[in-house]
């Protein structure tokens, strides 16, 4: 029990559309980050907020957007979805003063047809 | 641009084998060193963290970390089929803590039995 939860576990979207994904941590993890898994491949870094404000990106597009709320719970945004986007979506945190300890959610799975 | 490189694998052992798992990663820099277990359909779980180098024990696993050749590596002792996942190296994207990893692609573990 990592003390991340994710919402919903999967999902279909057409291309083109509008998805968001919502997560939940843990009183204390106040960074949290969003990671994009595509099948056969690591999880790649898509950013973090830290006290509500974006404060790192990894190389996605700004149609990637994220927002982080008081109650340590945070959204990722994608709009004009692309085929490409199909992917398994994990939401991160870690215990403030951890260094890079990071624990994932059960993670998202979004396929978009 | 840091990378962190590892074996895709399979890599196949029998029951009651030492499995070796092997990373290397691209910023002399780095600090900050991870081993993640992905079971299929699953989201990573955090095993192991090192930060010295040297050698780190926990139960039946050992991570090894020797930053003058930027390798880092994982050990599995008495291994089961239970283990049998995809294991991902991680390292810190940035110097200052944060939820920032680059991942590698995963080496996939089988154990027989």
């Known amino acids: 029990e990592t003390g991340v939860t994710q919402s919903p576990t999967h999902l279909i979207k057409t291309r083109g559309q509008q998805v968001t994904l919502r997560c939940s941590s843990q009183?204390?993890?106040?960074?949290v980050s969003w990671y994009q898994q595509a099948l056969g491949q690591g999880p790649q870094f898509i950013f973090q907020?830290?006290?509500?404000?974006?404060?790192g990106r990894g190389n996605f597009p700004p149609r990637f957007s994220g927002l982080q709320f008081p109650n340590y719970s945070s959204e990722l945004n994608v709009n004009a979805l692309e085929l490409d986007d199909s992917a398994l979506y994990l939401c991160?945190?870690?215990?403030?003063?951890?260094?890079?300890?990071?624990?994932f959610g059960e993670g998202s799975w979004l396929t978009v047809v | 641009q840091k990378e962190v490189e590892q074996n895709s694998g399979p890599l196949s052992v029998p029951e009651g084998a030492i499995a070796s798992l092997n990373c290397t990663y691209s910023?002399?820099?780095?600090?900050?060193f991870f081993w993640y277990r992905q079971y299929s359909g699953k989201s990573p779980e955090l095993i192991m963290s090192?930060?010295?180098?040297g050698d780190k024990e926990d139960g039946r696993f050992t991570a090894q970390l020797n930053k003058a050749s930027q390798y880092v590596s994982l050990l599995i002792r008495d291994s089961q089929p239970s283990d049998s996942a995809t294991y991902l190296c991680a390292v810190n994207m940035w110097d200052q803590a944060g939820t920032a990893l680059i991942f590698g692609k995963g080496t996939t573990l089988s154990v027989s039995s």
């Open positions: 009183s204390g993890h106040n960074t």
């Open positions: 090192i930060y010295s180098n």
């Open positions: 910023d002399r820099g780095s600090q900050s």
């Open positions: 991160a945190s870690g215990p403030q003063g951890s260094g890079n300890t990071i624990y």
């Open positions: 907020y830290y006290r509500e404000e974006e404060n």
